[in-house]
């Protein structure tokens, strides 16, 4: 089987697991009572988007070697979507965190 062929499997292998990671949650009953209700739901997708993760990882490697570049860019493109989505994730939390500091901060200023 050659590198290309692998890479196309391992690439709709790669979407699948995306989709999957989100139907899974969204279709998976809350369970628990109180803080933790709904924390099956996050740990679901987050295991089966670690697993998409780690076949972004393994098309990346597969394609590291390719001879055009077109496919060896095609082979990175999962695992750059995969840090760009992680960067705006913290970004947003970042972000959120700040503007809850300032809300308390203004809060403790008026009395």
């Known amino acids: 089987m050659s590198r290309k062929t ?12 995306c989709i999957y990671s989100f139907y899974a949650a969204m279709n ?20 089966w988007h670690g697993a998409a993760i780690a076949t972004a990882i393994g098309l990346c490697i597969v394609g590291w070697r390719l001879e055009e570049k077109g496919w060896r860019w095609l082979s990175r493109t999962p695992i750059l979507l ?20 300032e809300h308390q901060k203004a809060a403790q200023e008026q009395g």
């Open 28 to 47: 998976t009953p809350p369970t628990g009572d109180g803080f933790t209700r709904g924390l099956n739901r996050i740990v679901l997708f987050l295991t």
């Open 6 to 17: 692998i890479l196309m499997i391992a690439g709709v292998l790669w979407a699948g697991l």
């Open 82 to 101: 995969h840090v760009v989505a992680t960067t705006i994730f913290f970004g947003v939390v970042l972000y959120t965190y700040q503007q809850e500091q």
